[in-house]
T-cell receptor
Framework: QQQVKQSPQSLIVQKGGIPIINCAYE??????FPWYQQFPGKGPALLIA?????SEKKEGRFTISFNKSAKQFSLHIMDSQPGDSATYFC?????????????FGQGTILTVHP | EAQVTQNPRYLITVTGKKLTVTCSQN?????MSWYRQDPGLGLRQIYY???????DKGDVPEGYKVSRKEKRNFPLILESPSPNQTSLYFC??????????FGPGTRLLVL
């Protein structure tokens, strides 16, 4: 059972475009929603994260939008660059004694053409 | 340099031959975890540990064992590997619920 569903599987944009990656979750106990970026041959690295008490968080060119009632969140990359080409994963976790259990989406392969 | 290290980075083995993938972190993190990454399935958690001698199953624990005898180390053990365990494995560590730091990955092929 995939508790976090991510779409699309792959995405191609031109430089300067605004790719949007969407995730939907089922477990209402999730209270931490990070996005990870992975380059080929490397481990994932945290990009940006949000908690459900805010609807949007921006860090540089990366923005998370969060819709608690719809149980959805998305990543927007403003003014995308070829260097942003990577695989992006959304994830979710709960707090308390289960904070170590992180559930990932299936991943989105982003290609930004020059 | 703060890091998570894994060894080996690449491993080819045969069905049934026990193997161990080591993971070590130098950040004094309480939490450590193992994931496997497969195309189209993303990252799936195998086991995680919240501190020494405290471990719990993730989403895909079957066929794997772990132990946490020291805070810095969290080895992954495949007692009888099978071809369906061919995958890319990542170890990660964190302090609490926040940023997880991932190792460089171990690519395993089971023949």
């Amino acid at each position: 059972q995939q508790q976090v569903k991510q779409s699309p599987q792959s995405l191609i944009v031109q430089k300067g475009g605004i790719p949007i990656i969407n995730c939907a979750y089922e477990n209402t106990a999730f209270d931490y929603f990070p996005w990870y970026q992975q380059f080929p041959g490397k481990g994932p690295a945290l990009l940006i994260a949000i908690r459900p008490d805010v609807s949007e968080k921006k860090e540089g060119r990366f923005t998370i939008s969060f819709n608690k009632s719809a149980k959805q969140f998305s990543l927007h990359i403003m003014d995308s660059q070829p260097g942003d080409s990577a695989t992006y994963f959304c994830a979710a976790s709960t707090g308390g004694t289960s904070y170590g259990k992180l559930t990932f989406g299936q991943g989105t392969i982003l290609t930004v053409h020059p | 340099e703060a890091q998570v290290t894994q060894n080996p980075r690449y491993l080819i083995t045969v069905t049934g031959k026990k193997l161990t993938v080591t993971c070590s972190q130098n950040m004094n993190h309480e939490y450590m975890s193992w994931y496997r990454q497969d195309p189209g399935l993303g990252l799936r958690q195998i086991y995680y540990s919240m501190n020494v001698e405290v471990t719990d199953k993730g989403d895909v624990p079957e066929g794997y064992k772990v132990s946490r005898k020291e805070k810095r180390n969290f080895p992954l053990i495949l007692e009888s590997p099978s071809p369906n365990q061919t995958s890319l494995y990542f170890c990660a560590s964190s302090r609490g619920q926040e940023t997880q730091y991932f190792g460089p990955g171990t690519r395993l092929l089971v023949l």
